[in-house]
Structures are given as C-alpha cells and as structure tokens.
C-alpha cells in the first residue's frame, strides 16, 4: 500500500486527557526529580486544563523546557542551568521507570485509538511529536495501550523549542511525502507549519477552537471521535485539496 503521507501526534490534551492520572503521576514524578537535584519544588497545578508551575503557563512546553523554567524559578544560576536540567532529566527517567506502566487506558481522549487504527489501515506511518521526554512518552504510550501504534516521534529531552520537536519527528519518521501534526495549542500549529507540514488543531486542550484558528491551523475539530478528524487528517495530506469548512 502505498502511504498518503506521515502522521504525528502530540500526547498530553491531544491524545490523552488534560490532568489524567497519567498526566499527573508524570508531573508528580518531575517534581520529585527537580527536588532531587535542587531540594526544592512547587508543585503542579491544572487550572481550567492548563498546566501550571508556580505562576508558569506551561502550554505547549517540552520537559526539558519545563524543568529549565522550574530552575530558573528556583533560583539556579545561568551557569548551572544546562547541566542541572540535565540532571533533572536522568532523574526523571529514572524514576519513571519504575512506575507501572499498565491500567491507563481511561486518561485517553475518545476517539483516539480508533483514529490511530484507521490511519495506519490507509498506510500512514504515526509517530509522535511531544514536549514529554522520551522515556516518558514510550512509558505513557505502554500505560494507556497505544505502544503497538506509536513507538517512534520528536520528544523533549533535550529540546526546550517546539518546532525542534517536530523537526525530530520528521526525521524519526523518514519525511517521506506529506505530513499532518495533530495537537490541541498553537504552538503545535506554528512548529508543524516552521517543518511545512499542515496541523489538524483539536480542541481539547486548554486551548479554545477560535484560537485556534487564529494560530492558522489547516483544519480544527472539537475532538478525535467519529469521522471528522479522520476525514480531516486525509484531506490535509492530500496537497490539492481544499479544507474549507473543515472545523
């Protein structure tokens, strides 16, 4: 079969359910690894499905981003910020490996799986583009049954830019032909543009759909059940076809 094109997906408020367990044992477990290397740390807060550290809004940031704004909060000087995110990083993983990783299949969005499922039925090789490091996001892909469909992708282990995630998981994934990143902010919207790739926007995250729009998203649905993200994802890898109306 011959592919129409790649597919890569963010995970947190795309894929799986903003302040999932999943989501907050993660974020629990990089609060533990930044006070292991600092002594100290706030702790996470969703308010209205946005993610919070201290007063940083944190949509669309990797982890290494994330643990690079924690440091800085807390005082670590410039000098010492690369090498301690590192730290905090290799502690993070570490601990994460030694959480279960089964039972999670509630913290995903409806729709989800099917979705995966239908695009690597018409050919589509998926992969993700996320802020979580590596570690977490292969931990997060077994914990709620999906590691049989994404495996590969862009992560955020090392980078703090969201348009080096998803130039990552181009690479990951070959680049061959067209490619569509699917993600509930708008920074998913201008990193799959900096690649030239289009952006299926979903509106489950904290970001609402007119904003969306506004980021310049190709397309934007409300969710990832029935037919329409499907039909919008296949449309949008199909380089002559027009995305009026798709919303």
């Known amino acids: 079969m011959t592919s129409p094109g790649f597919v890569l997906f963010d995970l947190d408020g795309t894929l799986i359910r903003p302040g999932a367990p999943v989501q ?33 809004d944190l949509a669309g940031f990797t982890d290494a981003g994330t643990v690079h704004a924690a440091l800085r909060h807390h005082g670590v000087p410039a000098g010492r910020l690369r090498q301690l995110t590192r730290q905090v990083m290799d502690a993070l993983a570490a ?32 992969g993700m ?6 570690s977490v996001a292969r931990w997060k892909m077994r914990r709620t049954g999906l590691a049989d469909l994404l495996r590969d992708g862009g992560f955020g282990d090392a980078a703090r830019d969201r348009d080096d995630v998803v130039a990552a998981g181009v690479a990951a994934l070959g680049g061959a032909g067209p490619g569509v990143v699917v993600g509930d902010t708008a920074k ?21 759909a ?3 729009r506004a980021a310049g998203a190709d397309a934007v649905v409300a969710d990832l059940g029935g037919s329409a993200a499907l039909d ?16």
């Open 232 to 247: 919008a994802v296949l449309r949008l890898l199909t380089p002559v076809a027009s995305t009026e109306g798709v919303r």
């Open 95 to 126: 601990r994460i490996g030694g959480s279960a990783a089964d039972g999670g299949a509630g913290d995903l969005l409806s729709g989800c799986r099917a979705l995966l499922e239908a695009l690597r039925g018409h050919g589509c090789p998926l």
């Open 188 to 208: 998913d919207v201008t990193a799959a543009h900096a690649s030239g790739l289009r952006c299926l926007a979903v509106a489950t995250g904290a970001t609402p």
């Open 129 to 134: 583009s996320t802020g979580n490091a590596r």
């Open 24 to 56: 907050r044992l993660h974020m629990s477990t990089m609060a533990a690894a930044i006070a292991d290397v600092c002594g100290a740390a706030e702790e996470f807060r969703y308010e209205g499905g946005q993610l919070f550290y201290a007063d940083i």
């Open 210 to 212: 007119d904003e969306l």
